[in-house]
């Protein structure tokens, strides 16, 4: 069925699908689309598709573009570096996105992830998002788990999670989900009071709370996260422990990149970040932009 084109499509669901078609659109095909061009892709009008995208992105559609050049990881490393001793220190977490949240987690006793999530009863459910299509995971304490299938389908995402905790039960259940699906993908980032439920071993857990230190719009650097932690030597167990967030987004674990500048690798592939730090470094030079014009 064709979306519609009114301007009273202000659902959430469609507005997900229309900016994650976008989003791929302006990766797959670079400088060289015209607004126009990507308007008739999503069958809206120039005029109505610049007012969404600029909604839930913060910039305009050729803004955006820019954010996805080659350099982009190099030229967050340089500008927007996230020194997360200071972070810590302060108790600081700048602007981020997470903390506008009011952000709340708390993890499972490493006894209790030793069982493998035996006696969980973990909710699921696959909701759009800005990024393509989500697989959301949640027991009643909070999110525990978000995978992206844009890039390995639906089939694997489910396999990957639900490997993770081979002994819970898993139950359908998007109602309970919606409110924190809602509230994480939201327009701006909006919403308050998402909570996370982290499962997984303590050293894992250490590298998802260095995560949830840095701002949204800067990134770091699995070196940087490794002394943070107190294993300075660890780097490559960090960058496994990184590999390993089962709550992509919310634990952003898309702004650690490699100390060259590079991207490094991404669980639910390279576009994917690609498209994440995008959009927020989109958002934080136009709220930079704002602040300025006040």
Known sequence: MTPPLSGDDDRPAYHYAVIARALAEIDRSGPALTLDGLAARMEMSPAHFQRVFSRWVGVSPKRYQQYLTLDLARNLLAQRHSVLETSLATGLSGGGRLHDLFLRWEAMTPGDYALGGEGLRIAWGCFDSPFGPALVMGTERGICGIAFAAE???????????????????????????????????????????????????????????????????????????????????????????????????????RALRKSGGLGGYHWGLPVKRAMLAWEAARADADDDLRAAS
């Not at 809602?182 to 260095?210: D, S």
């Not at 996260?225 to 967030?245: F, L, Q």
Request: charged share 15%; net charge neutral; hydrophobic share 45%.
């Open 152 to 254: 390995t389908g639906p089939e694997a995402a489910m396999v990957d999670l639900t490997g993770r905790w081979p002994r819970a039960r898993f139950v359908e259940d998007m109602p309970m989900l919606r409110p924190w699906v809602e509230a994480a993908f939201g327009a701006g980032g909006g919403g308050q009071g998402i909570p996370l439920f982290l499962i997984g071993a303590p050293f894992q857990i250490k590298v998802w709370e260095a995560l949830l230190q840095i701002p949204s719009g800067q990134v770091t650097t699995y070196s940087d996260i490794a002394g943070v932690i107190g294993h300075p030597k660890a780097v490559r167990a960090v960058g496994t422990a990184v590999g390993r967030n089962p709550v992509s987004w919310l634990i952003p674990c898309h």
